[in-house]
């Protein structure tokens, strides 16, 4: 029985090298070409970009409809998601958080893209009338981030801010 044995494992030894010396074969036929390195996805839709390189990809709020519902009724926002309000003219435009569920950074945006206010860690209503944050300050857009993300990426008055995908929004 055992020579049997041994021969069994010769022959099928010898089928394992012959595929591999086939399979071997076949890929020498064919030219070697680089394969390209594999990036990561790049990231699309609209998006707000931090002097830091973090993009927060925006939802758009531009007709009053929108603008007035803004971030209502949410139970949480990703750090790296937000909604960006614009206006059809730069003002002094006061927010509130009626009807808001988590707290929020507002940052107060204007016609170059610098930052001109920033309310930090504003909690939800809890009472009615709820209390509005005036900017003190002109501005053309507002964007809302998840409360702690401004202070994250060290964003203050001055910071320039850089559009993407937000160029030919049709503001109502």
Not at 16 to 22: G, S
Not at 95 to 116: A, E, G
Request: proline letters at 9%.
């Amino acid at each position: 029985m055992r020579s049997i044995r041994r021969n069994d494992d010769r022959g099928l030894r010898c089928v394992l090298i012959a595929l591999i010396a086939v399979a071997f074969l076949g890929a020498c036929d064919r030219p070697m070409v680089p394969t390209p390195p594999v990036s990561p996805p790049s990231a699309t839709g609209p998006r707000v970009v931090f002097p830091d390189g973090f993009g927060v990809h925006v939802e758009i709020a531009a007709d009053d409809a929108t603008r007035e519902q803004g971030l209502m009724y949410r139970d949480q926002l990703l750090p790296d998601k937000g909604m960006i309000f614009i206006f059809s003219i730069s003002g002094v435009y006061p927010f509130w958080m009626k009807n808001t569920l988590i707290p929020l950074d507002m940052i107060w945006i204007d016609d170059s893209r610098h930052v001109v206010h920033i309310e930090a860690n504003v909690q939800p209503c809890k009472a009615d009338p709820c209390p509005s944050y005036p900017p003190g300050a002109s501005a053309r857009y507002v964007l809302e981030v998840a409360a702690g993300v401004a202070a994250q990426h060290h964003l203050a008055t001055g910071s320039l801010l850089t559009f993407v995908g937000l160029d030919h929004v049709v503001v109502r």
